[in-house]
């Protein structure tokens, strides 16, 4: 019955209608059973799952100098204030209902596949993939800048990979080591900016917080901006490992979001009020020198915070390879728990480790190829990964729609507020974000854009082709869970 009144409801009579939902289990009623990825164990507690949150999508004011370098202070603080309001807490009301209706690792490959189908799913997780690569390169970077002993140039390159290989390790053991380790570097990063507000009450009236950098870069403003509040969607990667996600994701991303802006806004705040001096502020220790000015050389403040650096960003660094392995996993595994195929990655890829229930063949994988990205610097880095992930949201937006349209008496625990207008509200105010940023960014490099655009048509062509050149595969005239396991890669991944 539901199946032909949804063909009612949605007017698409000549359109399949999507599968019928079991009323316990909420996922796509197959008529045969799916061979599925590995069971994830669900042991993430709602605190856990906070402290992971935060280091996912903040982790601390550490990175944020050179938007200070690019426009100053005001309209960094400007940005780190509205920025929540038209990009986070849509993105983060959409990762909630989106993952609490498919609570499932890899989760937001599943929305694009599942919304819009093979070719928009494959363009999707390579995007996702290559910019959870390219984030997870940037700390080491940053970790190494900070770091309390200076490097000479020539150890610096050894030490990101010795970062990187120790950070696996860790991620190997599983989830609940990564939510412990993650709690105390929170704790012992940001405790060090509540120290320095002493020192900078003081000067407060005398720093002018409106002066200008010599040169505007409104480029790198707005990119490591967007940067700092990006990764809401990736909590989606490991929700098949979170206990009740149901009531966890919505709750835990609000006490996420506030904890995040508050560690960025306040210590960027007395650190500027200690250094006023946005020439300064591209400087790789500009938080330490703030420090300096505090209390002095050489004495216990600097060094506290140079340790609260490499603390923060490698939390950061832990949470984003745990979320980027569990998307590879995802990739290579034949049908996820929602039984939906979005295999674009070998095979092998979707092993897990019985012992402790982690995706360590992702894991080796994700460590060789961050080895090799981790080599250019943050700057460059940051703003070719923007590009990525705006069309990489540029996809989600247009499946959470898609899905409301598409499957509108799917079960879906949480809600986005006020139906069909909360959503295009969602997807209206990140459209001019996203507008924004390629706009900024193309503006200083056309070159970076256009390459960008290239990758994408060439993943597209790939996934249109693989999928035996079917206009179906590209618009979703079937529904993902129908599609052959080897539809949507190339034969040599089978």
Not at 9 to 31: E, K, N, V, W
Not at 170 to 186: K, P, Q, R, T, Y
Not at 224 to 243: H, P
Request: glycine share 8%; proline share 6%.
């Amino acid at each position: 019955f539901d199946h032909y009144f949804c063909n009612w409801l949605l007017g698409q009579q000549r359109r399949p209608c999507p599968p019928s939902f079991d009323s316990t289990y909420h996922a796509p009623i197959m008529l045969q059973e799916p061979v599925k990825a590995p069971e994830a164990r669900r042991f993430m507690s709602l605190g856990q799952f906070v402290f992971v949150a935060f280091f996912l999508t903040c982790g601390g004011p550490f990175g944020l100098e050179d938007a200070v370098k690019g426009g100053g202070i005001f309209l960094t603080l400007a940005g780190l204030v509205v920025l929540p309001f038209i990009w986070s807490i849509p993105q983060s009301l959409m990762t909630a209902e989106l993952s609490s209706m498919m609570s499932v690792n890899g989760g937001s490959l599943v929305w694009v596949w599942r919304g819009l189908g093979n070719c928009a799913g494959v363009a999707n997780a390579y995007n996702s993939l290559l910019s959870a690569m390219i984030d997870i390169c940037l700390y080491p970077d940053l970790i190494v800048r900070y770091f309390p002993v200076h490097l000479d140039a020539a150890y610096k390159y050894p030490a990101k990979i010795a970062i990187l290989c120790m950070i696996t390790i860790f991620n190997a053991i599983g989830l609940n080591v990564v939510g412990a380790i993650s709690i105390f570097f929170m704790i012992m990063s940001l405790s060090v900016f509540v120290v320095e507000i002493p020192y900078a009450v003081p000067l407060i009236t005398s720093v002018d917080y409106l002066q200008l950098p010599g040169q505007m870069d409104y480029a790198l403003l707005v990119s490591v901006l967007v940067w700092a509040y990006t990764g809401w969607d990736a909590l989606s990667n490991f929700a098949g490992e979170v206990k009740n996600p149901t009531k966890t994701y919505p709750l835990g991303i609000a006490l996420a979001m506030i904890a995040g802006s508050i560690a960025y806004i306040v210590p960027i705040f007395i650190s500027y009020t200690l250094l006023p001096d946005p020439e300064q502020w591209g400087s790789e220790d500009a938080l330490m020198t703030a420090a300096v000015k505090a209390t002095g050389p050489k004495t216990w403040l600097p060094i506290w915070v140079s340790l609260a650096a490499v603390l923060a960003n490698s939390g950061q660094l832990l949470a984003g390879m745990a979320a980027t392995s569990r998307l590879m996993q995802a990739m290579g595994s034949s049908k996820n728990e929602a039984g939906i195929s979005i295999r674009t990655l070998p095979k092998v890829l979707g092993h897990q480790w019985e012992r402790f229930g982690t995706p360590v063949s992702a894991l080796v994988v994700q460590l060789l190829v961050s080895s090799v990205f981790c080599y250019w610097d943050f700057a460059s880095l940051v703003e070719f990964l923007n590009l990525l992930t705006c069309f990489r949201i540029a996809l989600e937006l247009a499946a959470f729609i898609a899905l409301k349209y598409r499957e509108p008496m799917a079960h879906r625990p949480f809600l986005v507020p006020f139906g069909l207008a909360g959503a295009w509200s969602i997807v209206v105010l990140k459209s001019i974000v996203l507008v924004l940023l390629i706009g900024t960014v193309a503006a200083k490099y056309p070159i970076m854009v256009a390459l960008s655009v290239l990758v994408n048509v060439i993943i597209v062509g790939i996934a249109y082709w693989a999928g035996g050149s079917s206009r179906d595969s590209c618009i979703g005239g079937k529904v993902p869970e129908e599609i052959d396991d080897s539809a949507s890669i190339p034969a040599v991944f089978c």
